[in-house]
Structure formats: C-alpha cells, structure tokens
C-alpha cells in the first residue's frame, strides 16, 4: 500500500491528453515539493517533473505538472504510442522522513 | 555527460549478503545527494535510501531500516549499498540516482538485479 495513492491505469487515443492524478496528505505532498517520473522496467527511470511544475532540461513541454493543497496532477498532451510507460509521483514524508513513491499509473496510448 | 554505472547485484540465499555499488562520473559527487529505488518483480518503484554529499545524513525506508546500509567513497565517486539479512521480498532490480532536489533524482543508472531465494 502506497503513501501516494494514484490510478492503476489510464488511457487515451494519440494526439489527446491525459491527466494522472497523485493524492497525498500533509505530511507529504501538502508541504513538500511533487516530482513525476516515466518507467519502463528494466530501463532507468527517466525524471519528468521536479518541484511541482519544473521540466529538466530536453523533457518537452507537452508533460506539465501542478499541485493543488494534498493533490498533484501530471498533464501529458499531444499523445504519442512513444508514452506508453508507468508514470510515478515521489515526494518526501515529513513524518516519515523518507522518500516516497505513488503506486505507479499505466499509460495505454490506444 | 553525467553517467551512473551499478553493479555488485546477484543471487544469494535467504539470509545472505550484497553490496551493490555505483559508480558516478560527470559532476561533482561528493556534493550531491544519492539516492537507490529499487523494482520489484510485477511491482512498482520504491524508494529504499538515500545519501548526502559528505555521508553526515542518510535515510531509508522502513522495510530496510536496520539490515540495508547506504555508504559513499567521495574519493572513488562511489555510493554503495550493503544488503543484510536478505529476504526473498528484497528481490529486484535496483538503480542509483543523483538528487537534483529532494525527491527528484536524475540520471539514474541502468540498473542491477538482486534475487533472494533458496
């Protein structure tokens, strides 16, 4: 059981948006900054997002982020086949003083 | 080009021992932050330690607390991670990353295979 609760699967057609939702509590996303990640297994996970909304250098801007009180949301538009992958959020739990990951969400471009 | 390399993964039996190793090059080491996740098999990331620059800090998720260490060479560029008392739930993929804030850790490495079973 995951600290940051999100979707198991989502789907959508290529050239549509999807949004992934990530929700938390005080402890951590409340008070402490979201990061989004892109995993395919076996293959190093790639960092999407930082500080909420913040893109690393060569993420194109058709992944946003936001956050909202204990909630955070990855946007993705402009769907590609290329997206399809597990999508992570992370932030740190004050309470327990460690990094934490959601349960991953399953991108299916149909 | 920043560049995480792991290695040291394996099989071993329950109750046994691992050091995984990463090898870092491409910034400066000693002061960044490490961090290891790991994948279990049909699983999900999961965040297992982390590290800061100088070794003074570190921290680690509840189910490693007390049989896993993280450690650092800042003079090979290396963050280590011993692996005690391994169980057959501790199998999976295990990757190093760099801290770029917190929980935002970027590259990380390849990753290196761990399988605990009789």
């Known amino acids: 059981q995951s600290v940051l609760t999100q979707p198991p699967s989502v789907s959508a057609a290529p050239g549509q948006k999807v949004t992934i939702s990530c929700s938390g509590s005080s402890s951590n996303i409340g008070n402490n900054y979201v990061s989004w990640y892109q995993h395919l297994p076996g293959t190093a996970p790639k960092l999407l997002i930082y500080?909420?909304?913040a893109r690393p250098s060569g993420i194109p801007d058709r992944f946003s982020g936001s956050k909202s009180g204990t909630s955070a949301t990855l946007g993705i538009t402009g769907l590609q086949t290329g997206d399809e992958a597990d999508y992570y959020c992370a932030t740190w739990d004050s309470s327990l003083s460690a990094v934490v990951f959601g349960g991953g969400t399953k991108l299916t471009v149909l | 080009e920043v560049q995480l390399v792991e290695s040291g993964g394996g099989s071993v039996q329950p109750g046994g021992s691992l050091r995984l190793s990463c090898a870092a090059s491409?910034?400066?080491?000693?002061?960044?932050?490490m961090h290891w996740v790991r994948q279990a098999p049909g699983k999900g990331l999961v965040w297992v330690a982390r590290?800061?620059?100088?070794?003074?800090?570190?921290n680690y998720v509840d189910s490693v607390k007390g049989r896993f260490t993280i450690s650092r060479d800042n003079a090979k560029n290396t963050v280590y991670l011993q692996m005690n008392s391994l169980r057959a739930e501790d199998t999976a993929v295990y990757y190093c990353?760099?801290?770029?804030?917190?929980?935002?850790?970027?590259?990380w490495g390849q990753g290196t295979l761990v399988t605990v079973s009789s």
């Open positions: 500080d909420n909304n």
């Open positions: 990353g760099r801290d770029l804030h917190i929980a935002a850790a970027s590259p």
């Open positions: 590290i800061k620059g100088d070794g003074s800090s570190t």
């Open positions: 491409g910034f400066t080491f000693s002061n960044t932050w």
